[in-house]
């Protein structure tokens, strides 16, 4: 699990005061970035490297509590399971002040080669993002 | 059904030359609100006439076709189904040029008072909501 | 001039019930598209037919009356002033349901090749953008 | 002057692979909150405190060196010039890899009431946002 700190600006927020339900998506990747980053990695070079692409198919968010302008959040992440051609990714974020939970959700993304083609997520990278993680987070199944 | 056309800008796309996938859910509240607006009712009428509000409890998005700048999309809304204290909306994203389906999703919204309480969906507003819907797509069960 | 719809939406506000203010931008680009639309052009053959870009070198809005959810604005853009290796244009955003003057701004865009080096405007471009507006609007002085 | 690291996400950028020209006005903004909250205020404390809004009436971007995905930026930010209703901040962004000069700007902010009538700037508040700031950068003129 990673943790990455978010601080709640106006351009995030929309009118009802709380932060627009599409800007959890935006929150979301940014985790993603330190999550990969924190592994050794960078996203950069699995296109570079690798000749791949792990493009989001699907996502999903549940609200819980709405945060608000300059909230202080912790978003944590964790690889939640890793498949053949597929690796998911599970959020939370956590206001800091209360500790009330904001958002939880995942993003699915698919293992694709440059031309789009699906492909088997190579065994080193699953290695790299599965380390320090909980045993069986990632089954490789 | 509601269609409403989307013409996707360089502010909507990521360096990966597609939509960033956050953005399908500003694409999913324009047709939304043009949802609402072609059923006689106005969104903040909600909060000025009966005191409620239609917060989103939860959101998903399938990414299905990359969609690019430039293009034309039609944003396809229906109500899925309406129950005593929510109603989901199911959207599909289609492009014009070539009738790809770019995406598919729903959003999930409590209905609720000023105070945060759930409250009954009025019949009243269940009755516009589903005005010229096929039938059952709302069952108010 | 060339006029352009935008209505409003959620993602559009922030907790102040107006629109962010960074926002406007993106409603200047939407308007930036029609314009090389309705002049024949598209933004995206700039590039595959002359190898050129038009990057924005700068941006300047002034903020007039704030515009609101639901609010349905017309962007009208003009070409500014087109010189040897810039263009620009101007914008003002109206609100449909008073006339009121949102905001005005303008944006200066360089004229560059594929390896970012400053380039003539070609003049087949030049006149292209300068068709149907008004005499001096762009001298290509 | 006060420096806020920002992490340039995928959702900042376009297809031309760069950050979207809106979105330094969220890097503005997000280094505006740094620097009230670095003064000991609030901005949420003009409006409860004060009775006072500082809308923006003016922004403007100098466009520089193209920030891409994953480069760390400071935004960079001092108060420019306080007038009787009025106050000025002048940003620099600024690449932390290479020194690279982003971008640069001003955004220039009305004094107003809650009805939105202009008012003069509290002498208190501009103290406080002129602390440690270098002398006569806000002239109070």
């Given at each position: ?6 601080r ?30 924190s592994k050794?990695l ?11 692409l792990l ?9 819980r ?28 974020i956590v206001?800091?002040?209360d500790g ?10 698919a293992?694709v ?5 699906v ?10 993002l ?7 987070s990632?089954?490789?199944?």
């Amino acid at each position: 699990v990673v943790r990455v700190p978010i601080r709640v600006i106006y351009g995030d927020t929309d009118q009802m005061s709380v932060v627009y339900y599409g800007n959890y998506l935006r929150y979301f990747e940014a985790a993603r970035n330190e999550f990969i980053r924190s592994k050794g990695l960078r996203y950069r070079d699995f296109e570079a490297e690798h000749r791949l692409l792990l493009p989001v198919a699907e996502a999903h968010v549940s609200y819980r509590t709405p945060a608000r302008y300059d909230d202080l959040l912790t978003v944590e992440i964790a690889l939640g399971e890793a498949r053949r051609a597929s690796a998911r990714f599970d959020y939370r974020i956590v206001r800091e002040e209360d500790g009330a939970v904001v958002a939880t959700g995942h993003t699915l993304h698919a293992c694709v080669d440059l031309d789009g083609k699906v492909r088997r997520l190579p065994a080193v990278l699953l290695a790299a993002l599965s380390a320090g993680e909980p045993a069986g987070s990632a089954s490789g199944a």
